[in-house]
């Protein structure tokens, strides 16, 4: 069974990877979010991502934003 730690740093990977298979910078995803409406700065961004600690809405507005319509786990 997976600790929480372990889930966390899945969540991060996937959305790492997925901004890596983009060419997606933090400063254009902060843009991008910013055309959906979610308004948070590069920094806020950066870090939520860095600790994997963020809420599926958030992943959902990022993968949405980036344009990612599939995931594969």
């Known amino acids: 069974m997976k600790t929480d730690k372990e889930w966390s740093d899945q969540a991060k990977r996937l959305l790492k990877a997925e901004l890596a298979k983009q060419g997606i910078t933090y400063a254009q ?3 991008k979010l910013a055309d959906v ?6 920094p806020n961004i950066r870090n939520k991502i860095s600790r ?3 809420t599926a809405v958030f992943l ?4 949405e934003a980036i344009g990612v319509t599939e995931l594969k786990l």
């Open 29 to 31: 995803l902060t843009g």
């Open 37 to 42: 409406g979610v308004m948070d700065s590069e």
């Open 52 to 54: 994997g600690k963020f």
């Open 60 to 63: 959902l507005q990022c993968l």
